[in-house]
């Protein structure tokens, strides 16, 4: 008498995958509509956690989720790729418990993501594209280097002063703006010992090098402007009183499209542009602009805000108005929704910013 044997098919069911992602491992939630199936740990590899759900849950389809983190869309992409519809979450989105902030382990943030996920109450953020995603980051290497050499000037200047070298009254301008006659000077300086001069030369020397760097990046990032898939947006948002060629493409590679954002309500949410409220039966607090927010484009916005504030005629009669009711510090804020709402229509509409009187 022959055997027969039935292969187990999960066509038509859901299965639900939380992961709780990091740089050596990944610890695994898997659940069914119903049931809890099982926590576990493994190496941090969507090929491989694909093979177990092939294998445990033949023909069924596969959902999964885990948190924006430092290891970024590739394993997303992977997932994807491999058949697994996953979304990447902000930590800040997902239901947790007051016992789960005080008590947080991996075991229970993999269950917690699973379980929401089955829930239907988790929304994954947008996913740029590979391109976006690393033009954005050399935009931002070019943010994190000028930090840099703003440090690097303060260090050499504070070294100077404990070591009561005085800077020269004629070169005050010079010193402003590290002209090449203030870097010449310096590099003349010796102090008192060669163990100081060395401290002095090598700081100067670093600093030059972050220039060059500098330079180059700054250079790849106006390339990249003028290539057909960016010059036509990076034209439009340079023709706006207040934005310059790096906030353009810092926009350009943050937003990727505005297509993104319904309303520009959304899109300042994303920012940050709004503030934290409060409200309780009749009680309605109005707090501080949100801590939430994508810091990069938050930071070029407001920046470029002073600037189109003194160059934008409408814009500078709304400052003064807003400035007699409230401090500058928050009128400014009102003055960036204003400039968002101008980046956010030339880049819908493609059409270049008109000046105009009346904001």
């Not at 069911?13 to 576990?40: A, C, P």
């Not at 010796?190 to 100081?196: A, I, P, Q, V």
């Not at 023709?239 to 309303?263: C, D, H, Q, Y």
Request: aromatic fraction near 8%.
């Amino acid at each position: 008498m022959q055997d027969t044997r039935k292969e187990i098919n999960f066509k038509g069911q859901n299965i639900y995958v939380g992961i709780d992602s990091h740089l050596k491992n990944w610890r695994i939630t898997i659940m069914t509509e119903n049931l809890l199936h099982k926590t576990f740990s493994q190496d941090p590899s969507a090929k491989l956690l694909v093979q177990y759900l092939k294998k445990n849950f033949p023909g069924a389809n596969y959902f999964s989720a885990y948190e924006a983190s430092f290891c970024g869309f590739n394993s997303h992409r992977e997932l994807e790729k491999l058949g697994v519809k996953n979304i990447v979450a902000n930590p800040a989105d997902i239901p947790t418990t007051d016992k789960e902030k005080r008590q947080k382990e991996d075991r229970r943030d993999s269950r917690k993501i699973a379980k929401t996920l089955r829930a239907g109450d988790l929304k994954g953020i947008y996913i740029p594209s590979i391109e976006s995603e690393e033009l954005r980051s050399l935009v931002r290497y070019r943010q994190s280097l000028v930090k840099d050499i703003s440090r690097g000037k303060n260090r050499i200047k504070s070294t100077l002063y404990y070591h009561g070298v005085a800077i020269p009254n004629e070169m005050d301008n010079a010193s402003k703006h590290w002209a090449n006659v203030f870097t010449n000077w310096i590099k003349g300086i010796e102090l008192s010992t060669s163990y100081g001069t060395i401290v002095l030369q090598d700081l100067l020397e670093n600093n030059l090098i972050l220039r060059k760097r500098l330079l180059s990046v700054t250079k790849e990032i106006r390339k990249a402007a003028n290539t057909d898939k960016y010059i036509k947006a990076y034209g439009l948002l340079c023709n706006i009183p207040g934005i310059g060629p790096i906030v353009a493409m810092t926009i350009i590679s943050e937003l990727e499209t505005m297509k993104r954002f319904k309303s520009l309500d959304k899109l300042c949410s994303y920012i940050g542009l709004v503030p934290t409220t409060e409200s309780s039966g009749e009680i309605e607090k109005i707090g501080r602009i949100t801590p939430r927010a994508n810091r990069v484009l938050r930071g070029c916005i407001i920046e470029s805000a002073w600037v189109a504030a003194r160059i934008d005629p409408a814009l500078s009669l709304s400052y003064n108005e807003l400035c007699k009711r409230m401090k500058p510090n928050k009128a400014i804020i009102r003055i960036a929704k204003k400039l968002l709402n101008r980046v956010r229509y030339v880049l819908k509409n493609e059409k270049e910013y008109v000046y105009s009187i009346v904001s």
